[in-house]
């Protein structure tokens, strides 16, 4: 995928182990992971997404694509420079996550389920972080296996619903 070309502009992904494309506004990119600001379904922006550049079957962006990205942008919802964040490595992104927008969604190999929360630690194999429930507890700490990662959502409504509802914080140690 030549995702030079495709920066400023929506485009589908396929992936070989997913059902659902996504779609959304290439941000930014690196050999490893794309940032795109997110568009789940019709004209709507949701945050952003994350993706590791394993097991892609192809990017699109033919009519639908387009027609998507006209609307968008006459809602002025295009990205800016302002949406570039740090794509270094796994461990540069969750630390800036974490700190700038303090929670965010993970997604392993399965796109049913999904962790939420914020970095405590990380290494070359294994993610710790804060586990934030979908009633908004934070409920101790989820380990993960950092190759499994796919995919990494945030500033998106469903996270900054629970970020509302959410009372104590994890504690720092």
């Not at 710790?128 to 945030?154: A, C, H, Y």
């Not at 409504?157 to 994890?170: A, C, E, G, R």
Request: glycine share 6%; charged share 30%.
């Amino acid at each position: 995928m030549k995702k030079k070309k495709y920066i400023g502009q929506l485009v589908s992904v396929k992936f070989t182990d997913r059902i659902t494309p996504i779609y959304g506004y290439v941000v930014d990119y690196n050999d490893d992971w794309t940032l795109m600001k997110y568009n789940p379904v019709d004209y709507i922006i949701d945050g952003y997404i994350i993706f590791r550049h394993k097991n892609i079957e192809g990017c699109r962006r033919d009519t639908d694509e387009k027609w998507r990205e006209k609307v968008i942008n006459l809602k002025g919802l295009q990205p800016t420079d302002k949406d570039i964040i740090p794509l270094t490595d796994l461990e540069t992104i969750l630390k800036y996550l974490t700190d700038n927008f303090g929670v965010f969604q993970v997604y392993t190999k399965s796109e049913t389920a999904c962790y939420l929360g914020q970095l405590k630690s990380i290494d070359k194999k294994e993610l710790v972080m804060d586990d934030l429930n979908p009633k908004g507890k934070w409920e101790g700490q989820m380990k993960l296996r950092t190759s499994d990662i796919r995919t990494i959502e945030f500033d998106t409504d469903y996270i900054n619903s629970l970020k509302l509802v959410s009372t104590t914080k994890p504690t720092k140690k």
